[in-house]
């Protein structure tokens, strides 16, 4: 791993997640367990897929997930999404984590990314069309 440089947050992304790992969710080094960190990807990664489906879906494919720097106790990570790709019954999205390090001035390091296809479906468990395939307008919360 490099050392790490801080970055400023996306702009072009929507805020999904932000949440602080505890140490029970550590690994015997000491640093967030990666299995941890994928969990929370894929929380994140779920939400603006679930503004297409309007219902069931399920992750069929992790495409890519890259760990470019450790995740400390004490990091507030924020989880960042946007839609790449929109098929016939599924979503494809980009999530990026940002870890806000207190040590270094609560300056922003890009621990993550990952790239996942989330697809409709039915209730037995077969893929179905999306009902809304037009990008939506951003929410407001």
């Not at 207190?102 to 790239?115: C, D, F, I, S």
Request: net charge positive.
């Amino acid at each position: 791993m490099s050392t790490p440089t801080t970055v400023a947050l996306p702009t072009d992304m929507e805020l999904v997640l932000k949440v602080f790992p505890m140490p029970k969710d550590s690994n015997n080094n000491g640093d967030i367990f990666g299995g941890w960190v994928m969990a929370q990807v894929d929380l994140a990664g779920a939400v603006l897929p679930a503004r297409y489906t309007c219902g069931r879906m399920a992750t069929v494919a992790v495409n890519e997930f890259i760990f470019k720097q450790p995740v400390q106790v004490g990091d507030l990570l924020s989880f960042y999404s946007k839609v790449t790709k929109i098929g016939r019954t599924s979503v494809q999205v980009l999530v990026e984590v940002f870890a806000e390090r207190r040590v270094l001035g609560n300056q922003y390091v890009k621990v993550t990314e990952a790239t996942l296809t989330y697809v409709a479906i039915d209730e037995n468990g077969r893929p179905r069309p999306l009902p809304i395939t037009e990008l939506q307008p951003r929410r407001q919360y």
